[in-house]
Structures are given as C-alpha cells and as structure tokens.
C-alpha cells in the first residue's frame, strides 16, 4: 500500500501480525486504487470472561474526499482482522461505481456477453 500505519495496543508487537496487515492492506489497494492510505488499529481487550481475549481491530481507508472506517473484534485476531476489512472493502466499494474496480469489472464483462 501507499501508506500504511499499524498501530498495536496492549499487544506485543509481532512481525506476523504485522505481515498479515500489510498483506491484507495491499490486497485492498489492489482491488481499489484510489486509496490513499490506510491506518489500522489492533487494540487487545481486558481478557476478562472465559472466551479469551478479545481484539478489536479498526480500519481507516482514506479516499479522496472522504474517509470508511470500519471495526470488528474477536478472540482470535486473524479473524477480526479479516472481518474488518472486508467491511472496510465493502464500504470501499459503492464509491467506485459500477463497472470500476476488479471485481465489478469483471462483473460487467460478464453481464454483458
């Protein structure tokens, strides 16, 4: 990605974890390239109650004109990251309009054959 920030809180820092997000952050530039940068938070909850320790992740995609911030947790912090960034991705995605963007390109071509 252009430019991404990663911000762990209460967590050790992990170069897996950090790998995971930028792989997860060029995925979605490669997919919409109008972003203009990406922030992502990964903040560890308190750890009370028996499920584990809940991670919230947060992602910040900034466009021009305008910024989608979307946010989900779960014990297990490859999931929350996947599920916050398909959000992010969805949010992402009404911008571009029909027909722009590699899925919706795809999706035109074959509509109309």
Do not use: W, Y
Not at 18 to 35: F, G, K
Not at 63 to 69: D, F, Q, S
């Amino acid at each position: 990605m252009k430019f991404t920030q990663i911000h762990l809180r209460h967590l050790a820092h992990s170069d897996a974890l950090t790998q995971r997000i930028q792989a997860l952050s060029e995925r979605l530039e490669t997919r919409h390239p109008q972003i203009m940068r990406c922030r992502v938070n990964v903040e560890a909850g308190d750890g009370h109650g028996h499920k584990g320790r809940p991670v919230v992740v947060t992602v910040h995609v900034h466009l021009p004109g305008r910024e989608v911030v979307a946010s989900r947790g779960n014990a297990d912090v490859n999931l929350a990251l996947r599920m916050a960034f398909a959000a992010a991705e969805r949010q992402v995605a009404p911008d571009l309009g029909p027909g722009r963007g590699v899925r919706g390109a795809q999706s035109q071509k074959r509509n109309n054959r």
